[in-house]
Structure formats: structure tokens, C-alpha cells
């Protein structure tokens, strides 16, 4: 039995051809001495005495030239030489000799029809598979790909050990755009049944490429060049490489550039550039950003070098572009750009008009429920502005308060808001997720310029500045009727209920958020810490109880000139009901809610105090809380980050801080604004001050899964108690807070 080379089917020499594919069989040449020696003969080799001359009777003058002569009477046989024969064979039945000659016969003739059927049905079989194979490559080249396929497939039934058709398959499976796995294994197999072809593996690595995953197209040209040394195989690699690493210096500089990141945008452009110098797009990306931070020289600089390389038209009107720009621009550099003056509006419109679609620029705006009327406001005074027969902004504002507007965009940032509002508090969670831009350099400048230098620290991390600042009041104070209380009566919490209760009245602090009840634990000194995405509590203990008791202290008041809950109700409605119906003395709460109370009860029965003392561990303390800074933050993932950077520059500006301050009492962080008498004598700024010292920043003391934790269930409970709550039944709560970050 010998194996085909062809298709590796098993079968006997003796036909010559194989039975399977078809393919002649071709011996490989025999040694000269393939007959083994006498000796090595069986020993059940059989020899018939009678039959052979005996050896003595030989003569002796026998030699290669001259055959022996045998004394035999002369009318013996002779043999074909003409010499005597040597042998006398026994007479044989003339019966038996027929039978044998039948029996022969009928042998050849059964031998002649075997070799017909072995030698024919291959052959039919061969003709089969090279017409599937030709009306294969038929349907590739008029890129019927399905049919092509279907052909490839019917040969490989007939001959699997091809490997040449399973290349075809693999090229029938790419081309149909949806059969990429097919076309894998398709090729896989070719290479695995002829691995020194390097043919398989380019197209194999094309494959990877195609669908865009390099890492696997590196792997398997670098698997082919390890078997074939071949060199085709070899530059494909290198190219391969090559194209990886431009691209990934190209997605490097995109988010650096989206991030407004132009330093870090631009040396990875010129990186790429260094590895692919034939493409002019990347002169023009580097361009673009050294115009983002008005630096034409730069510019020009860069499109000279990428002119003479690649001779590109777009680069030579690249060049003419930027120079009609620099006479109509004013000039104007990192110190700020004045986005009101008409010559800035022009080149402003030119900008947005490459992030448009169809001439439209689409945005979407979060803000809280308080703010959106103002939002809504403020944003189609934007759009007038830079709104023309060639641009249209298209706006929605919705409504996602700070906590809720982070998680969503932490969570999916491709659909989140363009421009969102946000607390310095919730700035790290941000930089973690990658979910926030860096503010551009032209806008910065306006930034730094225009507000408080600890406006600006609070949102700026690692030298990079990301947020708009708008208000230095991202926290709570104390605002009380002035017609209730003195000004020297808002001091203890204590006092302050019993005053309250004279009156018919009462004092809110809702124990039942933890953005509230936390500044007991907070002014208790309990662990409470949250760093790298990790949240450290220690509650369960004698501070923590302690924190824990004095909330049930104030809440024994409920109903007797306390109240420490809102109920269904959201708690700036709540407080502005409360005091509009008289029903409130006091209320701890944003200091965005300020102007709605003056709103119901006059700005001249208001007043605003730093948070009250509250009694812990035997002892008046002064009450901590949550503090810091807002601001407007731009979307990583925007699809018009130059537009939602212009739109949350504008939002914050100097003229609509203080338009938010006359409408919502909101403190603003503009140096210009907080200048004037008014908000210099605003009882909240004050306020707000006094608190400082005893403020927290929300980033830095807990993460986004506190807020849902039994932190504030732990309030509710003793609210609904009120306060009448033991010890043991305490303590069990406070493990439980710090068994949910363990």
C-alpha cells in the first residue's frame, strides 16, 4: 500500500493511479538489489526436489560466459539458449492443465475490469471537482460571491485536502461583507493543510485587517514569515506595523485634541508624520491645532514641510486659508477672546460651521430643574448670536441635577449631554471614567482671567483645567425669617427649635438625605474617604455613634418646631412652600434657593447664616457639610466639541453670572461680578464664607455609590422614630453603612 501525495488516500501500487483523486502514481526508484538473497528466504519457502538437477551433477566448467551442460540423454527439452535443459519437470494431467487455464483466465479477466473501475471513476471524479473549480472562479470574477462560494464548497466534498480551494472559499466568504468568520476558518484550513504557502497568510492577515483587528494581522504575518521566510510575507508585516502605529499616533492626537489637550494633540500629530510623510491630511490635523491656540506661525510652518513632501492641493489652500484668517483675526491669544466682538463672531461661525451637518449644529444642554427656565433662556440668546442664513443651532435643554447628570454620563457618554453642570466634588470621578474634555486654550484664557483664582484650583488637576466655573455655592447654609429670629439667635440648632416652636413654627434640616446627614459624622471625625474608585467608611464606632445620637437629639423635636423630612416632596419646593404658608422659621438648604424665598416672604425678611452648632458628645459643635464650587463641563465624547466648549463658555460668562445671581441668587465666581456692592453685601456670600472652613469637597469624602448605600436610610429611620432609637439599634445601622464599602 503506498499514500497519495495528492490527497493523501491510501491504496495499492499495483493500479498505478489513485483510486480518490485521480493523481498517477510515480514510484520512487528502487534499490538495485530489491530481490533479498537466498538466505533470507522463509523457511516454509517450499522446494520441490525432484524438480531440480541435483548440485554434483552440475559441470564444473559452469561460468557466467558459457551455461553448464548437463549429461542428459539427447532427446531431453531444451531450454531457449539451445542448451540442454536442467531440469525435467513431472508430466501433468491434461485436465488439471485446462481447469488452471480457465482458472487464469478468468482472472486476467476480473484483474482487467478491476484496473477499468479504479483507473475510470477517478477520472470522473477529477472532471467533477475542476468544473466546480472553474465555475467558481467564474462567479469570483463576475463577483457573484454566494454562487462562488456554493462551487468552492462542492470541490472541497470532492477533494478536502486541497488547500487551494479552501483559499478560494475564504476569498468567495470575504467578499460577501457579512461572512468574516466563515472566511477565517476558510483560510485557517488552506494554511493549515499547506503551511509553507505565504500566500495564506497575507490574505489571512488582509482578513484581520479588514475588519480592523491589527493585533491578530501582526500575529499571523508574523506566524507566516516564521514558516516561509518569505519576503512578501515579510514587508506586509512591516507595513502592517507601520500603518498601526500612525494610527494609533492619529486616535492619540483626536482625543487629545477633543479634550483640548493642543500640545500633547500636536506632538502626536508630528509623530505620525515622521512614520508616514506621503499623507497631507496629517499637516492639515497639526495645522488645525496650532490655530486652536492661535499660533498661525506654527501652522504655516508645518502645511511648508507637508507642501513640499506631498505637492497636495488641499495644503497649498490650507495655506491661503489661514492667511486670509490671520488679517481678518484681531489677533487674540491665550489671555482670553472676547466671543461678543463681531470680528471674533465671524471667525467663531467659520468654526462651527465645519462641526455642522447639512449647515445644522446640534446640542444637548443638562441643568437642574431650578435652572432650566434660565438655561433655556441663555441658550437662545446664544443661538441669535451666532445663528445665520448658513448655521443653524439647534439646542435641547433637559433636566439631570449634578448627581444624576454624572452617573449618566459616567455611564454611556456617547449619548449624554454636549454640556452638563457638575461640583468640583464630582470632578475625579470624571478624570477617572474619561468621560471629560479639557478646556481649549483660547477658552482657558477667558477662564483664568475672568474668576477667583480658588474657582479655578478647585477644577484644575494635574496643571489641566476642566470646567467652566459658575458659582462658589455648591454647598448649603442656613437661611432664616428674620421677623422669627435675631441675628444672634441662629447660632444652636437647640435654640433655634425651641424659638421656632413659640412661634408655631419650624426649623427644617432633613435628616434623611445623606447629602445632609452626613455633616454629623463629618463634625463627629469619622473616617469617611474616598480614594482611587475605593470608599473607606468607619462609622461603626464610638464617633460614629455619637454623630448617630445627635441626630436623634434633633430629631425628638418632630412636630415640636422641628421637621426633618420632606416626604415625597423635593426639598427646595418644600422649603419655599414652608415659608411661603408661614409654616417655616429656618431651613438648611442650597443656596440656589435663596431667591425663591425672598420671592414669598421679601427680600428684606431674609437672612443667611453659616450651618448651627448641634450638640455631639455632650458638646455644642459647630455642624459640617458638603461644599464647593459649580460649574460647566464639556462631553469628551461631543460630536461639536469646539461649539459645546463656546456654548459653556457663554453660559458662564461675566454677563449671564451675573444675570444667574439677580435671577437665582446664585454666588457668582466672576471677579468683575463679585465686585459689586450688592453681591458684596448679600448675606449668603457671607454666609457661604463662614462655612468654608467646615466644608468638604464631595469628591474627596465619597463616591457615586454612597449616595444609594444605607447612609440615608440610616436618617430615615430615626426621622420616622423620632429619634427614639436605642444604642444596640444604632450600632447595628452603623455596621451595616460600613459593611456596604467592605
Known sequence: MVICKNCKNQFDE??????????????????????????????????????????????????????????????????????????????KSKGKRITIIAILCALLLAGGAAVSVFYVMPQIKQHQIEE???????????????????????????????????????????????????????????????????????KLADLYTHIDVSEKAIETLEEGFKKTSDSAVKSKLDQLKLDTQYNLYIENANTAKAAGNYSEAVQN?????????????????????????????????VLEQGRTVTNSEDIVNKISEINSS???????????????????IRFLKEAMKKEA??????????????????????????????????????????????????????????????????????????????????????????????????????????DYLYAYPVSSDAGCVMYYDKRVFKDNEVGNIDKMIAIA????????????????????????????????NKQIIEYANTKGLNAAKAMCHIAENTGKGFIGTSGTMGINDYVVSGFGKGELAAAVVATTTGSRIKKVIGNENVGAAKLPTVLIDCKQQQLHSFG????????????????????????????????????????????????????????????IQDQTPYTHSQGSVVGLKYWSSYAGLLGVDIVSKSGKVSDDSLMTALKKIDNDFS
Open 501 to 532: 416652636e413659640k412661634n408655631n413654627k419650624s426649623v427644617f434640616f432633613d435628616l434623611s438625605s445623606p447629602w445632609y446627614n452626613t455633616g454629623f459624622f463629618l463634625t463627629a471625625g469619622c473616617r469617611l474617604e474616598y480614594k482611587n
Open 628 to 687: 464647593g464650587y459649580m460649574a460647566k463641563g464639556v462631553n469628551l465624547y461631543s460630536r461639536v466639541p469646539f461649539t459645546a466648549h463656546l456654548l459653556a463658555c457663554y453660559l458662564t460668562s461675566s454677563k449671564n453670572q451675573e444675570y444667574l445671581y439677580k435671577s437665582s441668587g446664585v454666588i457668582p465666581t466672576n471677579k468683575e461680578v463679585l465686585d459689586d456692592d450688592n453681591i458684596k453685601n448679600d448675606p449668603a456670600l457671607k454666609a
Open 269 to 301: 500629530y508630528m509623530e505620525a508624520i515622521k512614520l508616514k510623510s506621503d499623507i497631507d491630511k496629517t499637516y492639515i490635523y497639526a495645522a488645525e491645532v496650532y490655530m486652536a491656540q492661535n499660533d498661525a506661525d506654527s501652522a504655516i510652518a
Open 326 to 344: 490671520i488679517e481678518n483675526n484681531n489677533g487674540n491669544s491665550f489671555e482670553g477672546i472676547d466671543i461678543t466682538s463681531e470680528k471674533n
Open 132 to 202: 466546480q473549480v472553474s465555475n467558481g472562479e467564474k462567479q469570483l470574477e463576475e463577483k457573484n460571491y454566494t454562487e462562488a462560494a456554493e462551487s468552492f464548497k462542492k470541490a472541497i466534498e470532492l477533494d478536502s485536502y486541497n488547500s487551494r480551494y479552501y483559499e478560494k472559499l475564504g476569498e468567495s466568504y470575504l467578499a460577501q461583507g457579512d461572512k468574516y468568520g466563515e472566511a477565517e476558518e476558510a483560510l485557517k484550513k488552506a494554511i493549515e493543510l499547506d503551511p509553507d504557502n505565504p500566500t495564506y497568510y497575507i
Open 357 to 462: 451637518i447639512d449647515g445644522v449644529v446640534k446640542l444637548k444642554v443638562w441643568c437642574s430643574s431650578d435652572d432650566r427656565n434660565i438655561e433655556q433662556e441663555l441658550t437662545s440668546e446664544f443661538k441669535k448670536m451666532f445663528e445665520d442664513s448658513e448655521l443653524i443651532i439647534d439646542i435641547k435643554v433637559g433636566v439631570s441635577n449634578e448627581d444624576q447628570a454624572v452617573a449618566k454620563l459616567i455611564e454611556n457618554p456617547e449619548d449624554a449631554a454636549d454640556v452638563f453642570s457638575f461640583t468640583n466634588g464630582q470632578l475625579l470621578n470624571l478624570i477617572d471614567s474619561r468621560c471629560i474634555a479639557r478646556l481649549p486654550d483660547y477658552f482657558k484664557g477667558n477662564v483664568t482671567k475672568d474668576n477667583t483664582s480658588d474657582s479655578i484650583a478647585a477644577f484644575t488637576v494635574d
Open 14 to 91: 499495483y493500479f498505478g493511479i489513485c483510486p480518490n483523486c485521480g493523481a498517477q502514481y510515480i514510484p520512487e526508484e528502487q534499490p538495485k538489489s530489491a530481490i533479498p538473497p537466498i538466505s533470507d528466504w522463509p523457511d516454509t519457502f517450499e522446494k520441490n526436489t525432484e524438480d531440480y538437477v541435483p548440485v554434483d551433477q552440475i559441470s564444473p566448467q559452469f561460468n557466467a560466459q558459457q551455461p553448464p551442460v548437463i549429461n542428459q540423454p539427447v532427446d531431453q527439452p531444451f531450454d531457449m539458449q539451445g542448451q540442454t535443459a536442467i531440469k525435467q519437470p513431472k508430466k
